[in-house]
């Protein structure tokens, strides 16, 4: 059988393309993988993907180059994970072949498209914002592709004593570039506060060496290995939000989740507040008011942990805040061992209370039912 599979950022590239590439060729089946343009894109996509050992690799290119190239490809199935589904619906309707599409949000378009996604919580999200099932697929809860990614990841990391603080600075250059100076300002404030404090930074395969020495410099040991290995040795995080707070919850890790408004300017956005967002303090405005309409449509929480409990399990903070104000939270946090042994056991609850009721993978769960559709099995 052949499967195009369709991605675009770090996140879903590497935590769900990734694993259901490697199960679809466990299976034998031919895949090519088409890295769509991204605005939250590393530039790194293609490096790491290429290590994937599918049978084609397209992209990433512009949106008219993308959607003109696709009328070559030839396939029994398309599964779209990660980004717009205007491509994913293109390349199906050229090709005749059945959508699939997983997601953790609505995405417009979903009313056409089979959809997979990792909670029936999110399940549920999904249907009430699409209004209603197209076609009678409906929406399928299958854990969590994220997990799996983590499965996939081997090696040991040793991190001995106490007060190990991780540090997860993103795939994105632009967004490094200005957590650097902040992060080595945090440190330094909280080497005052907690004299035995240990900080590792922990790089993504989209990150380069070349980055490495500067960070070195700063005092804050980057290390690229296994996610899973390197935080389920932490005992607290400072992170973004994102993806990644799905794979601190599946390892245990308490972190604090930070969005300070000084990030905005290079934090990307969709629609029409990103493609404003170049327009002098209109596109700071319009950015601060999508990210709060994100707030009040998730509950008030910007990590999924939280949104997913609906209830404060990861530490957060945003606004007009300053390296201090982040270095006085971890503090407090980290030196707590009750708090992080609560948060601990919290998040690792919420990781395996949806897996109880399946007796597979969302990975395998994902590859069945492309194979039931397409007739692979």
Same mark, same amino acid.
């Given at each position: 059988?052949?499967?195009?599979?369709?991605?675009?950022?770090?996140?879903?590239?590497?935590?769900?393309?990734?694993?259901?590439?490697?199960?679809?060729?466990?299976?034998?089946?031919?895949?090519?993988?088409?890295?769509?343009?991204?605005?939250?894109? &590393?530039?790194?996509?293609?490096?790491? =993907?290429? /290590?994937?050992?599918?049978?084609? #690799?397209?992209? !990433?290119? @512009?949106?008219? *180059?993308?959607?003109?190239?696709?009328?070559?490809?030839?396939?029994?199935?398309?599964?779209?994970?990660?980004?717009?589904?205007?491509?994913?619906?293109?390349?199906?309707?050229?090709?005749?072949?059945?959508?699939?599409?997983?997601?953790?949000?609505?995405?417009?378009?979903?009313?056409?498209?089979?959809?997979?996604?990792?909670?029936?919580?999110?399940?549920?999200?999904?249907?009430?914002?699409?209004?209603?099932?197209?076609?009678?697929?409906?929406?399928?809860?299958?854990?969590?592709?994220?997990?799996?990614?983590? &499965?996939?990841?081997?090696?040991?990391? =040793?991190? /001995?004593?106490?007060?190990?603080? #991780?540090?997860? !600075?993103? @795939?994105?250059? *632009?967004?490094?570039?200005?957590?650097?100076?902040?992060?080595?300002?945090?440190?330094?404030?909280?080497?005052?506060?907690?004299?035995?404090?240990?900080?590792?930074?922990?790089?993504?395969?989209?990150?380069?060496?070349?980055?490495?020495?500067?960070?070195?410099?700063?005092?804050?040991?980057?290390?690229?290995?296994?996610?899973?290995?390197?935080?389920?040795?932490?005992?607290?995080?400072?992170?973004?939000?994102?993806?990644?707070?799905?794979?601190?919850?599946?390892?245990?890790?308490?972190?604090?989740?930070?969005?300070?408004?000084?990030?905005?300017?290079?934090?990307?956005?969709?629609?029409?507040?990103?493609?404003?967002?170049?327009?002098?303090?209109?596109?700071?405005?319009?950015?601060?008011?999508?990210?709060?309409?994100?707030?009040?449509?998730?509950?008030?929480?910007?990590?999924?942990?939280?949104?997913?409990?609906?209830?404060?399990?990861?530490?957060?903070?945003?606004?007009?805040?300053?390296?201090?104000?982040?270095?006085?939270?971890?503090?407090?946090?980290?030196?707590?061992?009750?708090?992080?042994?609560?948060?601990?056991?919290?998040?690792?609850?919420?990781?395996?209370?949806?897996?109880?009721?399946?007796?597979?993978?969302?990975?395998?769960?994902?590859?069945?039912?492309?194979?039931?559709?397409?007739?692979?099995?």
């Amino acid at each position: 059988m052949r499967v195009s599979i369709l991605s675009n950022g770090p996140g879903e590239l590497w935590d769900w393309a990734r694993p259901v590439i490697a199960e679809l060729r466990r299976r034998e089946h031919s895949v090519s993988l088409w890295l769509l343009p991204c605005q939250f894109a &590393s530039g790194h996509e293609r490096r790491v =993907a290429s /290590e994937f050992g599918v049978d084609k #690799l397209d992209g !990433p290119d @512009s949106a008219s *180059a993308t959607w003109r190239a696709m009328k070559w490809e030839k396939t029994d199935c398309v599964a779209q994970l990660g980004g717009d589904l205007m491509f994913g619906r293109h390349l199906a309707k050229i090709t005749h072949a059945p959508l699939f599409c997983y997601a953790y949000g609505y995405k417009k378009g979903m009313k056409h498209v089979r959809v997979f996604t990792a909670t029936n919580s999110m399940a549920s999200d999904i249907s009430a914002r699409a209004g209603y099932m197209a076609r009678g697929y409906g929406i399928r809860a299958i854990g969590d592709l994220t997990k799996d990614s983590l &499965s996939m990841e081997y090696g040991t990391f =040793a991190w /001995e004593g106490k007060n190990r603080l #991780l540090l997860l !600075p993103g @795939s994105r250059f *632009a967004i490094r570039n200005a957590a650097l100076p902040w992060m080595s300002e945090i440190v330094r404030y909280l080497r005052r506060l907690v004299p035995s404090l240990q900080v590792k930074s922990l790089f993504s395969p989209f990150v380069p060496e070349s980055e490495f020495a500067v960070w070195r410099d700063a005092g804050l040991s980057p290390v690229r290995l296994s996610a899973g290995s390197v935080m389920k040795c932490a005992d607290y995080a400072l992170t973004q939000p994102g993806t990644n707070t799905l794979e601190m919850m599946h390892c245990g890790l308490p972190a604090l989740v930070a969005a300070p408004y000084d990030f905005l300017k290079v934090i990307p956005v969709s629609g029409v507040a990103g493609i404003l967002s170049g327009v002098p303090f209109l596109g700071s405005y319009l950015k601060t008011r999508s990210l709060r309409r994100g707030l009040k449509r998730n509950g008030g929480f910007m990590s999924w942990p939280n949104r997913l409990a609906g209830e404060s399990v990861m530490d957060e903070i945003m606004g007009n805040i300053t390296p201090e104000d982040i270095a006085k939270e971890i503090a407090k946090s980290i030196q707590n061992s009750e708090k992080l042994k609560t948060a601990r056991e919290k998040l690792l609850s919420i990781s395996k209370e949806e897996d109880e009721i399946r007796e597979k993978s969302a990975t395998a769960l994902f590859c069945d039912a492309i194979e039931s559709v397409c007739g692979g099995a």
